[in-house]
């Protein structure tokens, strides 16, 4: 009985060794393999890395030498302050050109005002016999000449039929006279002439002091799109109950008869005017990263951005304190074209 036991203590203590020897086989393999995995990246830091040439230079350093980095803008570095067009593009978009010099400064007065007929080129004609009125020649809208006929009248009196003409060139603008009817001393036909048009301005009573008969008046019509010159050549002496004003006239050529009376104008009356040496047009100034600038034309397609110091302004020319001398050719008419292509550069460079 005790040898039993003897051996199988023996058995006991071979089977623990040989699975602590199985144990200690597999670490050695797993320890083999992670160094077999390893061994390549080891190899690859140890050699040459990829990218390197036989003559040991180094892919980055051929890349500086070579061909630009991929982060470099294709054509050269974009001058923020810059922009190129071609006279071909210019005169597409409408882009126009002037010169810096000195120009005169106005100080004006805006008004509004309404077109109206001139009453001294309108005639209202009735018959001058009473009688029938046989025929009528015109009617209203019609262009008419000095002479031509607008009705013709029997006489009660005397049965002479005779005519009614119109008395100067214009248009017919009333007309109250049929066949078959009486005259009496009615109106028949009022003629006015439109070559000629007022233009009636209100005048508030804090401006009559500044606003003198012979003033250059400069009116417009956004609507119609008409624009002219003419001087005031009446102010009237008496204001109106309704709105408190008072009358500054205008009279304005109108051959081609496009100021229609009853269109509401605008006017600036030219109250002084002065020289300034250095001055540009209004339609030149653009905002940039806010600051007053104008596109100068610095050589062949080249047009900077240049900052301005501005000083007394009109409707139409700025004085120029800093910034540009007499001589510089800047873009005046459509300049925020320039603009645009400036600010498009700048987004794709921060792109």
Same mark, same amino acid.
């Given at each position: ?6 051996? @199988? ?5 071979? #089977? ?7 144990? !200690? /086989? ?10 077999? /995995? ?48 071609? *006279? ?8 126009e050109l002037a010169e810096v010099g000195p120009a005169p400064l ?8 309404? !077109?109206?007929?001139? *009453? ?8 001058? @016999?009473?009688? %029938? ?6 009617? !209203? +809208? ?23 003409? *119109?008395?100067? #060139?214009?248009?017919?603008? %009333? ?5 078959? $009817? ?6 028949? @036909?009022?003629?006015?002439? @439109? ?31 008409? /624009? ?18 008072? %009358? ?13 009376? +009853? ?9 002084? $005017? ?23 034309? =610095? ?41 645009? =292509?400036?600010?498009?550069? =700048? /987004?794709?460079?921060?792109?």
């Amino acid at each position: 009985m005790k040898i039993h036991k003897t051996a @199988f203590s023996i058995r006991c203590l071979l #089977t623990l060794m040989v699975s602590t020897l199985l144990l !200690i /086989a597999c670490g050695d393999n797993s320890d083999k393999s992670k160094k077999n /995995a390893t061994a390549p990246t080891e190899t690859k830091e140890a050699g040459h890395h990829d990218g390197d040439h036989e003559d040991g230079s180094h892919g980055k350093e051929n890349h500086a030498a070579g061909e630009p980095a991929e982060s470099d803008h294709e054509g050269g570095a974009h001058d923020e302050d810059s922009v190129t067009l071609t *006279a071909a593009q210019l005169k597409a978009a409408g882009i126009e050109l002037a010169e810096v010099g000195p120009a005169p400064l106005k100080e004006s007065l805006s008004l509004y005002g309404v !077109i109206a007929p001139n *009453a001294e080129r309108v005639r209202e004609i009735g018959a001058r @016999f009473a009688g %029938t009125i046989k025929r009528v020649d015109k009617k !209203i +809208g019609d262009v008419v000449q000095q002479g031509d006929s607008l009705a013709a009248v029997e006489s009660n009196e005397s049965l002479q039929t005779y005519i009614v003409s *119109a008395p100067l #060139t214009g248009v017919v603008t %009333t007309r109250n006279a049929n066949p078959g $009817e009486q005259t009496g001393d009615k109106t028949l @036909f009022t003629v006015a002439d @439109f070559s000629t048009v007022w233009v009636e301005l209100s005048l508030y009573p804090r401006d009559v002091a500044r606003v003198r008969i012979g003033q250059p008046v400069r009116v417009k019509s956004a609507d119609a799109g008409l /624009a002219a010159d003419g001087t005031i050549t009446y102010i009237s002496p008496m204001g109106t109950g309704s709105n408190q004003t008072l %009358t500054a006239r205008v009279v304005l050529n109108n051959p081609e008869r496009r100021w229609a009376p +009853g269109l509401y104008v605008t006017a600036d009356v030219t109250l002084s $005017e002065s020289s300034v040496p250095v001055a540009i047009r209004n339609d030149a100034v653009q905002s940039i990263k806010g600051r007053d600038a104008v596109f100068v034309r =610095e050589s062949g397609d080249l047009y900077e951005a240049k900052p301005v110091r501005l000083g007394r302004s009109d409707g139409i020319y700025s004085e120029v304190l800093d910034g540009l001398g007499s001589g510089a050719t800047y873009v005046t008419t459509n300049s925020f074209v320039l603009k645009a =292509e400036l600010t498009k550069g =700048e /987004a794709e460079d921060e792109d």
